[in-house]
């Protein structure tokens, strides 16, 4: 035959094979050299590995290697080193001869700015590789550091979808802290044990801590690395956070304390691991705004270390107004020195841009893909391939494979070889216009159940395991998969995942393996009319686009027959997939992105197809799963998502429902500062709720909302005296009517102390909340005696019916009013209650915590030593910021704790000033400018008493410039800024002895009210201000301060302060108080 090769006839002539070394052999025969060897299997001329498979021989396979990418490789794993070379042991850093030990939080005592974590922004188009790249990065890394189980290299990857409204929110990220939790809970026994042991350790995220709890509400797959923590977390702080039905948290976590939580979290795992982690974000783009946020957090964090942060995203899909560039914009300026006193390292942020690759890459790769070695034997094929893809990695594979499957490329199966035979411009007639509708015809040319496998994940965002696959793709949520069927989905998961359709994670789960891969399913989904529900065996979901231009072409009544059909089967299938996650997603907290995926379908599917309670009621459950991750943006979308499609007569049929949607849409949009939106709501709820109990929540926020708007705070009183008197409770206005409200309450307290009040008992009355409101607007536009008397109509309600969560806050602004007009006995002892009325209501800490802060900071400080309020202020502070506590709270607290440090004469070492930076930062952060003058003005205010400042009373130092600041405020915020700035600059000049800027800060300050709520400020203040003026009247500068330090020494008897001013003009020697700072 012609396929009898020479060497069988060697054979049958029994011919021994040739020596080369024998000179001599009589069976050597000229020109069939070589050709006397023993008869090979055909693999042997066929050097794929599947050339013996028949049925594999004319498939496509690509090089795993990548191309054209060696520089940006070398740049990323420069990043890595970086960090790797001052890795020495465990949780040492050394650098050079320096060695800094860190503690079992992994916080190192002094922060090196030059050790810690790198970030990467890598950019690119879509298909150009950016996964690739990374990947060969991690595989490169972990080769060349040679890691084992007991110093493994982590990697954790996530990717954001276009399909942002079924997408959790943080789901990205979520997917990186499940990752590294599975790997890290899978090492080796010993470093598996000694992270369980750090963790226990850490007093912010180990047993029974607040951390614990926020950490497992907001990434549940966390489960398997704090397994040994959680059932301490479960019995105490995780349990404060649960309401009784066990799924979301009473006072729902707030963004700071998600941010602080996973910062805190990344920290203690990154000081335990031996080898830098390696963190792998994609598809940034698409990211949500919580995720932006908590992003913009962990990259410009200080105290983080041993991680590279690798951002990967789409250049032409973002502009200069995306969130994203700001983000990028905000951690360059953070950790490359825009800030100058918290930059990290000048290097520590790269940016890589990549690009397509060259025509001579490109044919190198196809020469490769076809085994034709030298580039040169492609050159025609190659140039027609990139004059369609322009050198796009993925638009290239795609475009041979298309041409592999149109038989322009074939392998010739006789000569062992690939082959084509059409000239270049036949073959870029024979590509597709792009890379979509090269899918579509790839996914057209597999199985049915292949291509109804993909059409299902399609409509899911996220990795799928097997066990959900098998529900996804049975007929209905209630059947049984038999043997032959779950061989039917593997068969499809292999053929899928073979093809490049499907990315296996593990063997079990499976994701589709391109954003572009889902888009063409979706946009496939629209030509599919043969679906039919009765079978398991799904046919084709694509129809050819022939097919298509035919069907279009045809009869008008006929076409409309089959997309009505198509549509009908569409909706099934939606509505099948939606049951299926719903179901899933309520059996675990670690599955609950399925309810995200499932109420999106949902929301997006024909009204008349859906059960419309049902619908609200779903799109309730998952926004309060949303505000629990502290994403109160996603939760307000869910919400307004429902009202989007549905008629108001409607809604209001299930009149529970709908009152519980409104109100939680109002809260919710007052929240946001969607004040108009709010009050459009408001409007219905008032125009459609039954009763007054169920107009209250709409009228309370009615009141904040005109309010908040206008700052007019004084009309805010009036019309909120107005919504309480609608609820029968007569507040007056005149005096004699208060002195009568007072023996009124005489009465109900039976001549008991205000301490009493501690014992009464906890009730569900929203009133209170009403009453706080109000009382605040009251004292706000400083009318004491309203205040008085909302708290004396508030108590003798409590009295009654008990007391609402937030009564605690109603008398601790009763002792504050009390306090300021010199009643300090009575403000005391109101202070003591109000703080132990907060045990009461041990799981509300935001409300917890504002009370002490207000307690401490009004009240109790008045007559205790300030050193007291110091620490109950700090620790106010770190519970605001992880309740979610108003944002004027969570700064003030600090604002407090400043002023009583000062005020108390503690060391002005170098903690304080990282405090004071750190909480810039977080001004930064929440916008709030006025606040960040504040800090500033702190800052230099220690730093020139620290200095040797050559005019140490002026603010023009590196962290405060006076005249800078007064030109940026606006009329309120710089007559404030002005009051503080000359307090100090006062203290200063005493200090120093300067009588000019006494004289001017005199000067500045003498039109200032001598009361302040405030009392470590008010304190700070008057003392000085009282030193200064009669220093300078005794020396005889000036008399004109006289009367200004009379005034200031009655105001200091009238505020309980008596011991502290002894003092007059003719005395020698002028101590107002024991007032010291001590400089390191």
């Known amino acids: 035959t012609p396929q009898l090769r020479i060497e069988h006839l060697a054979l049958i002539m029994h011919l021994p094979p040739h020596d080369d070394e024998d000179d001599e052999d009589e069976h050597y025969i000229e020109g069939a050299h070589g050709t006397l060897a023993e008869q090979k299997d055909e693999a042997y001329y066929d050097d794929r590995s599947d050339a013996s498979d028949d049925i594999e021989k004319g498939r496509l396979k690509f090089p795993k290697e990548l191309y054209g990418r060696e520089r940006e490789l070398k740049i990323l794993q420069n990043c890595y080193g970086e960090i790797a070379l001052r890795i020495d042991g465990g949780n040492q850093v050394n650098l050079g001869e320096k060695k800094i030990e860190s503690d079992a939080y992994g916080k190192e005592e002094e922060p090196d700015p030059y050790e810690g974590t790198r970030v990467v922004f890598l950019s690119g188009y879509s298909g150009v590789g950016k996964s690739a790249l990374v990947n060969e990065f991690v595989k490169r890394t972990r080769s060349k550091y040679r890691t084992t189980d007991e110093s493994p290299i982590i990697y954790a990857s996530g990717k954001y979808t276009e399909m942002t409204t079924a997408s959790a929110p943080l789901c990205a990220i979520s997917e990186v802290i499940g990752r590294m939790a599975s790997d890290l809970s899978k090492m080796s026994d010993e470093t598996s044990n000694s992270m369980m042991r750090k963790i226990r350790e850490s007093a912010l995220i180990g047993p029974a801590t607040e951390c614990s709890g926020v950490l497992l509400s907001t990434f549940p797959a966390l489960l398997p690395l704090m397994g040994d923590t959680s059932r301490g977390v479960r019995g105490s702080a995780l349990s404060n956070l649960l309401t009784e039905g066990g799924s979301s948290p009473a006072t729902p976590p707030s963004m700071n304390a998600v941010k602080e939580c996973t910062k805190t979290l990344f920290s203690v795992i990154g000081g335990a691991l031996q080898n830098p982690m390696i963190i792998f974000l994609d598809d940034l783009q698409w990211g949500d705004q919580a995720s932006i946020e908590l992003l913009l957090f962990l990259l410009s964090c200080t105290k983080l270390r041993n991680i590279v942060f690798i951002c990967a995203y789409r250049s032409n899909e973002v502009d200069e107004g995306h969130l994203l560039m700001k983000l990028i914009e905000d951690v360059t300026q953070a950790r490359d020195g825009g800030d100058k006193d918290i930059a990290i390292h000048p290097n520590s942020v790269e940016r890589i841009d990549l690009f397509n690759l060259s025509p001579e890459v490109i044919a190198q790769l196809i020469a490769d893909s076809i085994k034709k070695g030298d580039a040169k034997g492609v050159d025609e094929l190659a140039h027609a391939v990139y004059q369609k893809t322009m050198g796009n990695i993925f638009f290239t594979k795609q475009a041979l494979e298309e041409l592999v499957r149109k038989n322009v490329i074939f392998y010739d199966v006789m000569c062992f070889e690939w082959r084509w035979i059409v000239s270049k411009v036949e073959v870029g007639n024979h590509l597709s216009h792009d890379v979509i509708a090269m899918l579509k015809d790839k996914i057209l040319h597999l199985s049915a159940d292949a291509q109804h496998l993909l059409l299902v994940m399609a409509y899911i965002p996220r990795a799928l395991d097997v066990s959900i696959l098998k529900s996804l793709m049975a007929k209905d949520k209630d059947s049984v998969y038999d043997t032959n069927t779950q061989l039917t989905l593997m068969n499809a998961l292999t053929e899928a995942s073979d093809g490049g359709m499907l990315f296996s994670i593990d063997s079990r789960c499976y994701i589709i393996a391109h954003d572009l891969i889902r888009q063409a399913c979706l946009d496939g989904r629209q030509n599919s009319d043969r679906y039919s529900s009765s079978s398991l065996r799904r046919s084709l979901i694509f129809t050819p686009d022939s097919i298509e231009h035919n069907a279009n072409n045809g009869g008008g009544e006929e076409q409309d027959q089959r997309n009505a059909v198509a549509e009908e089967n569409q909706n099934e299938l939606m509505l099948h997939i939606s049951h299926v996650l719903e179901d899933f997603g309520s059996k675990a907290p670690a599955n609950e992105w399925c309810l995200f995926v499932a109420v999106d379908i949902l929301n997006h599917i024909q009204r008349e197809k859906t059960n419309m309670n049902d619908l609200v009621k779903l799109n309730l459950r998952v926004a309060k799963i949303a505000r629990n991750t502290g994403s109160i943006h996603k939760e307000n979308e869910l919400l307004h998502e429902v009202l989007k499609h549905s008629e108001l007569t409607v809604m209001w049929r299930e009149y529970d429902l709908a009152l519980e949607l409104y109100n939680a849409l109002i809260v919710s949009d007052h929240y946001l500062g969607f004040y108009f939106n709010a009050m459009l709501l408001i409007k219905e709820v008032l125009q459609s709720a039954r009763s007054l109990d169920d107009k209250l929540q709409a009228y309370l926020y009615q009141l904040r909302c005109k309010t908040e708007e206008t700052r007019d705070y004084s009309q805010g009183f009036i019309d909120g005296v107005e919504i309480l008197n609608l609820y029968g409770f007569g507040i007056p206005t005149t005096m004699s009517n208060i002195i009568k409200e007072e023996l009124k309450l005489k009465v109900a307290l039976r001549n008991r102390s205000y301490s009493s009040l501690a014992k009464l008992p906890v009730k569900d009355e929203p009133i209170f909340e009403l009453f706080m409101t109000v009382q605040k607007y009251a004292q706000w536009s400083s009318n004491v005696n309203c205040v008085k008397v909302l708290s004396l109509k508030s108590i003798k309600h409590a009295i009654r019916f008990g007391m609402g969560r937030h009564f605690p806050t109603v008398i601790v602004y009763f002792a504050a009013s009390l306090a300021v007009q010199g009643k300090v006995k009575n403000a005391q002892e109101l202070g003591s209650v109000s703080i132990s009325l907060c045990d009461k209501i041990p799981h509300d800490k935001e409300i917890s915590a504002s009370v002490r802060m207000k307690a401490h900071g009004n009240v109790l400080s008045q007559l205790q030593p300030f050193c007291n309020s110091v620490e109950p202020l700090l620790r106010c502070h770190e519970d605001l910021k992880l309740s979610g506590g108003v944002v004027d709270n969570v700064l003030g607290s600090m604002m407090y704790y400043f002023d009583s440090f000062f005020a108390a004469g503690l060391q002005l070492d170098s903690l304080l000033e990282s405090k004071l930076l750190l909480t810039e930062k977080l001004c930064r952060s929440l916008g709030r400018p006025g606040f960040l003058a504040n800090f500033q003005i702190y800052r230099?205010?220690?730093?020139?008493?620290?200095?040797?400042?050559?005019?140490?009373?002026?603010?023009?130092?590196?962290?405060?410039?006076?005249?800078?600041?007064?030109?940026?405020m606006n009329s309120n915020g710089r007559k404030m800024m002005l009051r503080d700035s000359s307090s100090y600059r006062l203290q200063l000049a005493f200090v120093f002895w300067n009588e000019n800027v006494m004289h001017q800060m005199l000067e500045r300050l003498r039109g200032y009210p001598l009361s302040d709520q405030m009392v470590a400020r008010l304190h700070n203040r008057l003392c000085f201000t009282g030193l200064a003026a009669f220093a300078l009247c005794q020396r005889k500068v000036?008399?004109?301060?006289?009367?200004?330090?009379?005034?200031?020494?009655?105001?200091?008897?009238?505020?309980?302060?008596?011991?502290?001013?002894?003092?007059?003009?003719?005395?020698?020697?002028?101590?107002?108080?024991?007032?010291?700072?001590?400089?390191?």
Do not use: M
């Open 940 to 968: 230099q205010f220690v730093d020139n008493l620290r200095s040797k400042a050559e005019n140490p009373a002026e603010f023009q130092g590196k962290a405060f410039q006076e005249e800078e600041a007064v030109n940026r």
């Open 1038 to 1080: 000036t008399t004109s301060f006289l009367k200004l330090g009379k005034d200031v020494s009655d105001h200091c008897v009238l505020c309980g302060w008596p011991g502290l001013v002894h003092i007059s003009p003719g005395n020698d020697v002028i101590l107002f108080q024991p007032l010291l700072y001590s400089s390191a």
